[in-house]
């Protein structure tokens, strides 16, 4: 499994809660799903001489906190304000500045192995998910296909009391497994997971997306007058938001686990001109130079050692220098958008972390907000593309010309 540098931060008073759960009285070994109880009533040959038993009600330990995950898609390292990125995340900053930052998230560098394993708490082949779902195979570990034995962290949450819901993106379902006709196996809603709205593989287009409510597409509902400004991001925090506010008023004791995946910020890189305008000129001073700060800024908040040396810069990344005036223009064009994905996904999730606040479950929550599955991507080439999948397969690696 390769170790790579992501990142992830708890709120501390959040930890509190959930160490409580350590104590709750549940076997190590514990199976699920647990046999029937006895019948403990008494059934005589009338009503009159008869008694019921009670119906068993599975319910959460007194004082379960809910659980929030977030996890951000195609994220590097230097990239948020938090950890020395000079994309300001404000929302990002106030939840590590309530609690803890972690450095050594490991992951596969993959979609689909990362989120497999993290979900199963398995490693990727024992998942079944050693490459993303599209390219399985029919070697051991290589199916991409996420198996019975091993069960996701929300069924066993489900089946101890929680509610549970997939917001987001889901890149561990089979392609031949996403029609009317299933199976639906390996879909959320038979892997833990009471509700399901989000997307299927690897990316979705922000503006238009597919989308699937459990096991049935459906379009994105965009409010009236936010034509045109409206993406799945925005839809996915509103949907975070409406299940949270639903599931508290109807079970105000019942905690919740809530996997909050956006597609942010895995391309395509849609977002609304406004939040680019934002970045107007921000990295005109080029890569090289942005290498050199946010390495300044790392050293400075302690997320990397006193003594870690900056990394040459590889040769396949030009000189910023050696570009032309036009290819620097292009160029920082698609950071100013990299950015501003960046800046609104913050955003998208500090207003999930207000509607926490406003329903008076923040204290009761442990959140954990993941930035990066596997680290920057680069399928748009140093130009970009108009077409993701043209340089997927080799074709498309035009160098922009004066």
């Known amino acids: 499994m390769r170790a ?6 708890v709120t501390r008073r959040f930890l509190v809660g959930f160490a409580a759960t350590l104590a709750w009285p549940v076997m190590a070994q514990e199976v699920l799903p647990r046999p029937e109880p006895p019948f403990k009533g008494v059934i005589g040959e009338t009503y009159k001489d008869s008694t ?7 319910k959460a330990p007194d004082g379960a906190p809910n659980v929030l995950v977030i996890l951000i898609d195609d994220s590097g390292f230097g990239q948020w304000s938090t950890f020395g990125g000079l994309i300001s995340t404000p929302n990002l900053d106030r939840l590590a500045a309530s609690g803890l930052r972690y450095t050594r998230f490991h992951t596969t560098a993959l979609c689909s192995p990362t989120r497999a394993a993290l979900l199963t708490g398995r490693n990727h082949h024992s ?9 399985g195979s029919g070697y051991p570990g290589y199916s991409g296909q996420i198996p019975a034995s091993a069960g996701m962290v929300s069924e066993i949450l489900r089946q101890n009391g929680y509610s549970t819901a997939f917001i987001g993106k889901n890149h561990n379902i089979a392609d031949w497994e996403t029609s009317i006709s299933g199976p639906f196996d390996r879909w959320p809603s038979r892997q833990g997971f009471d509700h399901f709205y989000g997307f299927v593989g690897g990316e979705a287009n922000q503006w238009a997306p597919a989308l699937y409510r459990d096991t049935t597409p459906v379009e994105m509902e965009i409010p009236k007058g936010m034509e045109g400004r409206y993406t799945l991001n925005d839809s996915l925090a509103d949907e975070v938001i409406k299940y949270i506010s639903k599931e508290k008023s109807a079970t105000p ?3 919740f686990f809530v996997y909050y995946a956006p597609g942010a910020t895995h391309a395509p890189h849609h977002v609304p001109k406004e939040w680019i ?5 921000k990295f005109d001073q080029g890569w090289d130079k942005y290498r050199e700060e946010a390495y300044q800024r790392q050293l400075q908040l302690g997320v990397i050692p006193a003594d870690a040396q900056l990394t040459p810069r590889p040769k396949e990344i030009p000189a910023w220098d050696s570009l032309s005036g036009d290819q620097k223009r292009v160029a920082a064009r698609l950071m100013e958008t990299f950015a501003a994905y960046t800046a609104q996904t913050d955003y998208e ?14 204290d009761n929550t442990l959140a954990i907000w993941e930035i990066g599955d596997n680290g920057a991507s680069m399928e748009g080439t140093l130009n970009g593309v108009f ?8 074709a498309g690696r035009h160098q922009l010309r004066d």
């Open 127 to 135: 998942a079944g998910t050693g490459v993303i779902t599209e390219i």
């Open 4 to 9: 790579s540098i992501a990142a992830m931060t």
């Open 387 to 394: 077409n993701e999948m043209s340089s997927l397969n080799g």
């Open 349 to 362: 999730v500090g207003r999930v972390l207000d509607a926490l606040q406003d329903t008076g479950q923040l």
């Open 253 to 255: 004791d019942r905690p």
């Open 277 to 281: 305008a934002k970045f107007k000129g």
């Open 52 to 58: 019921p038993d009670k119906i068993p009600l599975i």
